[in-house]
Structure formats: structure tokens, C-alpha cells
């Protein structure tokens, strides 16, 4: 089962992608002689659209084989029989094992796919 991104949160960065995309042009264009600094906005542009298109190959989270994952550069992922506790604290999921926490951010789960998730952490009958 993969938890998709809410695409309002994966607008945010296309949007900012691409106005920064268009201020490093306008500033390349505009200019005789571009500064150093104004490759910047290009760094700038190309991190916000590479999370955007990372974000829509990649879902948030995937549940498989038992396995919670949460994808991303630094993600992590904790087997669902060894979740000791589930904690609700601001909107957010704090799934508690023995040696680690996990901590799932609902705002930024589509609706539907968060309805999913609910239902897979309630067959789990922890606190």
C-alpha cells in the first residue's frame, strides 16, 4: 500500500520551482554580465523541482511485507509487529518500538490514502 503526497504540497514546490526557474532566467537575460551569485536561483529552482518530481514517483509512505516505510533521502522504516505504541500529538503519527520513533506527518497525506493508513494502524491494536 503506498501513502500518496497531498497535491497541494506537491504544487507548493512545482510552483516554486518554476518561479525560481523564471527569476534565474530573468536575471541571466536581463543582465550584460551575470554575477556568480545568480546560479543560485537555478540551485534554488532545481532542488524545489527535483523534490516535486521525486515526490510524485515516490509516495510518502509504503506499507509492504510488514514494513513501514517512509520514503524520502533520510527515511526510515520500522517493522508494523514491532510497534509498541502509536501516539496521536498534533496531527502527527508517533509510532513507538523498543529501539526507535517514527513520526508521520498527516498534513501532508492526501485524504483518501490518510483513511487508509487509519484503518492499516487500528489492525494493529496498540495504545
Known amino acids: ?59 510518502y509512505l509504503t506499507i509492504k511485507s510488514g514494513l513501514l516505510k517512509v520514503n524520502g533521502p533520510f527515511g526510515k522504516e520500522v517493522r508494523l509487529t514491532d510497534i509498541k505504541r502509536i501516539k496521536k500529538f498534533a496531527g502527527d503519527y508517533i509510532l513507538k518500538t523498543d529501539n526507535t520513533e517514527l513520526i508521520i506527518n498527516t498534513q501532508i497525506i492526501e485524504p483518501h490514502s490518510l483513511a487508509k493508513l487509519n484503518t492499516e494502524l487500528q489492525k494493529l491494536n496498540v495504545e
Open 1 to 59: 500500500m503506498k501513502v500518496r503526497y497531498r497535491n497541494k504540497h506537491m504544487n507548493f514546490n512545482l510552483i516554486f520551482g518554476l518561479i525560481w526557474l523564471a527569476w534565474f532566467f530573468i536575471g541571466m537575460f536581463s543582465k550584460e554580465k551575470p554575477h556568480w551569485t545568480d546560479y543560485g536561483w537555478a540551485v534554488i529552482s532545481a532542488t524545489y523541482l527535483i523534490a516535486y518530481f521525486y515526490q510524485r514517483k515516490n509516495k
